[in-house]
């Protein structure tokens, strides 16, 4: 088997976030759930668009950002994902290659536009995320370039992508490749309300194709609908392993029997918990491809969920690598 090319490749929804600061009183007042995501149409999108205060637009998506976090620590990432042909489309692609990710998915001249997350953050740092999801929830199959999976240590899958059958079958073809190629497969959760939705098809690929699972507690009680330390061994069971996040108390890494507890890394001041589980899955993504330890896994994904946190937006605005106690690197093979 070849040396890999990239240490992590994303899949997932190619998404441009527009983010604006708000108060409980707005979210109440535009009848949003406070602190979840949930899906919306082009018309939904623009009357929402309209109600918001100043905001930055700034290229996301779930995957995307893992991947932009990879890169940001110095490691080597690719993304696939769908975007139109549109002006949302370009800012997507140019903000993706400008921070050195592979990005060599065409922009669709068909189809939905390129989709669209607005995200309300309140002063407890809470994020209400409404997300057109457009082109990004178009992807399938033809999109799943073999190349730059066979080329990546690691090809991570977005669970909140898994909404259609088109997307599905793209999963599947993605997990198929890097695996012939003798690569590992990874997925995020992503959302309690993707669980509820996927639970069944979740559980199918964790048992069938999956090497890395990643969640937060919730996600994960709601996979197996039990206690969390029940879920832990089940998941523990099923999965080669899985890594847990809960919030302050840090995160909980399981492979088989052996069990390790990661504490959360000392912040200034909560600001958006927008991307902490993203960021925390590339720093714990990338010190896997480079085969680091569990423990020094846990340490680089949790510095980069703390940096997230104290920050508007879900990409870093420092570069990973230059943070105190990152434990280094070694070179790929």
């Given at each position: 088997?070849?040396?890999?090319?990239?240490?992590?490749l994303?899949?997932?929804?190619?998404?441009?976030?527009i983010?604006?600061h708000?108060d409980?009183a707005?979210?109440?007042?535009?009848?949003?759930?406070?602190?979840?995501?949930?899906?919306?149409?082009?018309?939904?999108?623009?009357?929402?668009?309209?109600?918001?205060?100043?905001?930055v637009?700034?290229?996301?998506?779930s995957?995307?950002?893992t991947?932009?976090?990879?890169?940001?620590?110095?490691?080597?990432?690719a993304?696939?994902?769908?975007v139109?042909?549109?002006?949302?489309?370009?800012v997507?692609?140019?903000?993706?290659r400008?921070?050195?990710?592979?990005?060599?998915?065409?922009p669709?001249?068909?189809?939905?536009p390129?989709?669209?997350?607005?995200?309300?953050?309140?002063?407890?740092?809470?994020r209400t995320?409404?997300?057109?999801?457009g082109?990004?929830?178009?992807?399938?199959?033809?999109?799943?370039i073999?190349?730059?999976?066979e080329?990546?240590a690691?090809?991570?899958?977005?669970?909140?992508?898994?909404d259609?059958?088109?997307?599905?079958?793209a999963?599947h073809?993605a997990?198929?490749i890097a695996r012939?190629?003798?690569?590992?497969?990874?997925?995020?959760l992503?959302?309690?309300?993707?669980?509820?939705?996927?639970?069944a098809?979740?559980?199918?690929?964790?048992?069938?194709?999956?090497?890395?699972?990643?969640?937060?507690?919730?996600?994960?009680e709601?996979?197996?609908?039990t206690?969390?330390?029940?879920?832990?061994?089940r998941?523990?069971a099923?999965?080669p392993?899985a890594?847990?996040?809960?919030?302050?108390?840090?995160s909980?890494i399981?492979?088989?029997?052996?069990?390790?507890e990661?504490?959360?890394?000392?912040?200034?001041?909560?600001?958006?918990?927008?991307?902490?589980?993203?960021?925390?899955a590339?720093?714990?993504?990338?010190?896997?491809?480079?085969?680091?330890?569990?423990?020094?896994?846990?340490q680089?994904?949790?510095?980069?969920?703390?940096?997230a946190?104290q920050?508007?937006?879900?990409?870093?605005?420092?570069?990973l690598?230059s943070?105190t106690?990152?434990?280094?690197?070694?070179?790929?093979?």
């Amino acid at each position: 088997m070849t040396s890999p090319r990239f240490d992590v490749l994303g899949i997932g929804n190619a998404i441009v976030d527009i983010l604006a600061h708000a108060d409980d009183a707005l979210i109440q007042r535009l009848k949003l759930d406070k602190g979840h995501m949930r899906l919306i149409d082009a018309a939904e999108v623009t009357r929402l668009y309209e109600a918001m205060g100043p905001a930055v637009e700034i290229s996301g998506g779930s995957a995307a950002n893992t991947i932009a976090g990879v890169a940001s620590f110095g490691g080597k990432g690719a993304f696939i994902g769908r975007v139109a042909d549109d002006d949302f489309g370009k800012v997507f692609r140019h903000d993706i290659r400008s921070i050195g990710v592979s990005f060599s998915s065409e922009p669709a001249r068909t189809g939905s536009p390129t989709a669209r997350s607005l995200i309300l953050v309140t002063p407890d740092g809470q994020r209400t995320m409404s997300t057109f999801l457009g082109a990004a929830a178009e992807l399938g199959p033809a999109e799943i370039i073999a190349e730059p999976i066979e080329a990546a240590a690691i090809t991570y899958l977005e669970g909140y992508l898994f909404d259609r059958p088109e997307a599905k079958a793209a999963f599947h073809r993605a997990a198929g490749i890097a695996r012939k190629a003798g690569r590992r497969v990874a997925l995020t959760l992503s959302d309690g309300f993707c669980v509820e939705r996927h639970r069944a098809d979740f559980l199918e690929l964790i048992r069938g194709k999956i090497d890395i699972v990643l969640a937060n507690t919730q996600e994960l009680e709601a996979l197996y609908q039990t206690s969390f330390e029940d879920a832990c061994r089940r998941i523990a069971a099923e999965a080669p392993l899985a890594a847990v996040t809960r919030s302050e108390e840090g995160s909980l890494i399981l492979k088989g029997s052996e069990r390790v507890e990661v504490p959360a890394e000392p912040i200034g001041k909560l600001v958006d918990t927008t991307g902490a589980g993203d960021l925390y899955a590339a720093g714990f993504l990338l010190g896997q491809a480079r085969e680091l330890g569990l423990r020094q896994c846990g340490q680089l994904a949790s510095i980069a969920a703390a940096e997230a946190i104290q920050h508007l937006g879900a990409r870093p605005e420092v570069a990973l690598s230059s943070l105190t106690g990152v434990p280094a690197l070694p070179e790929p093979r």
